[in-house]
């Protein structure tokens, strides 16, 4: 089992930032990849970002150039930095871990106003 505890979401006006961090504990050894994903009122889920244990990293097509993942090894924690956020972007955001199977954190709400 993992445990993914996510914090950092909010209401920001457009074109501002915001960093999400999601901690993960349990059986952390076994973690292949973490990403963030993201689902908007009446959509389906999608990936955000993703970043796989070699460090390689890979994003959705809407928000490269604009957000970036990274990870603290020693705190067991990911990150998603989020710049020049839109409105478009508002979502719960999710964690989530492969190890090798689907974990998810509780969500949080990310709210982008016009």
């Known amino acids: 089992q993992v445990q993914l505890v996510e914090s950092g979401g909010g209401l920001v006006q457009a074109g501002g930032s915001l960093r999400l961090s999601c901690a993960a504990s349990?059986?952390?050894?076994?973690?292949?990849?973490m990403g963030w994903y993201r689902q908007a009122p009446g959509k389906q889920r999608e990936l955000v970002a993703l970043?796989?244990?070699?460090?390689?990293?890979n994003y959705a097509d809407s928000v490269k150039g604009r957000f970036t993942i990274s990870r603290d090894n020693a705190k067991n924690t990911v990150y998603l930095q989020m710049n020049s956020l839109k409105p478009e972007d508002t979502a719960v955001y999710y964690c989530?871990?492969?190890?090798?199977?689907?974990?998810w954190g509780q969500g949080t709400q990310v709210t982008v106003s016009s």
């Open positions: 989530n871990a492969q190890a090798p199977y689907n974990f």
């Open positions: 970043i796989i244990s070699s460090g390689t990293t």
């Open positions: 349990g059986n952390i050894f076994r973690i292949n990849a």
